[in-house]
């Protein structure tokens, strides 16, 4: 206690008691704070874990709460409502439909620079690029149909007759060498994979397609009123990415576990490697930017391709769906 004794030593008892008051309700005064994920915890929310377990929203003054996306559960409907702080919106379509709707939302970061998006067909088919795609039967969900499959029309001249109806299960793809079928990089390669099917698996990103992934969201109105804390909690999440992907991901991996169940160790390894492998959080302008990285100039692009396609009026204000005021310099 002799570094005690020091510390306090020209300073009277009541001020040494007072600042000791004061520290003390500093370190109590964390702030609480709602998160919702867009489905149930998995390794694409690795870096949000990552920051909860090691105490990164801590130290920026957070008390931040992670909440399950699911089938059942609409994070940015409460986001909207006021009920939740922050979302996490899966695809840039989200991000801008809030804006063709006229809802105050905003994204300010996108922490994948790459949409985790694939199409998977079976080896030895000739269906070893997108290009070789066209005109085959293609299982795919009601909402890719209106997301990016609009680009794969438009980049390579898919037509919707090669729909078919994907129900979220791998068994026709398993049943059929000729299927092809949508996924996501970290988990229905991983599935078909056990299986004993090393599958061919095309990334939408590799190819011309310019969204963005896992975009954090919040309402205009908390980002104008309260930007220190949209700051820190922006600042604290990049940090918990940068961390679960380049140390220890033990910790966030072990809050996973604890929220989903269903989730296991072996799909949270593979899904972590890929998203390393495919540069997911760290390429493009990430590299240069750092993590949650948006610009303009992608932005537009995305912005005219899909307007392009008849999903957004062309004098769409798409500039106010997103802002990079609230990324770390």
Partial sequence: MAGSGRLFGGISVVLALALHGALAGVAVAAEAVS?????????????????????????????????????????????????????????????????????????VAAIFQKDPSVLIAHPGQGHDSLAALQGKPIYIGADTRVGWWLFLKAQFGYSDEQIRPYTFSIAPFLAQKSAIQQGYLGSEPFLIEKEGIQPVVHLLADSGYQG????????KRL???RPELVRAFVAASIDGWRDYLNGDPAPGNALILRDNPEMTAELLAYGRAKMNEYGIVESGDA???????????????????MAAQGLYPADMDWRGAWTADFLPQ
């Fill in 212 to 219: 963005y992934g896992a975009l954090i969201e919040t309402s």
């Fill in 223 to 225: 980002a104008t009123d």
């Fill in 287 to 305: 590299k240069t930017s750092g993590i949650g990285a948006m610009t303009a100039a992608r932005w537009q692009a995305f912005f005219e391709q």
């Fill in 35 to 107: 998160f919702g994920s867009d489905w149930r915890a998995q390794a694409e929310h690795g870096g949000f874990y990552q920051a909860l377990a090691r105490g990164f929203y801590r130290a920026r003054g957070l008390e931040v709460t992670i909440r399950q996306g699911g089938p059942q559960i609409n994070h940015a409907q409460l986001l909207a409502a006021g009920k939740a702080d922050f979302s996490l919106s899966s695809n840039s379509f989200i991000v801008l439909n809030y804006a063709r709707e006229n809802i105050p939302m905003t994204a």
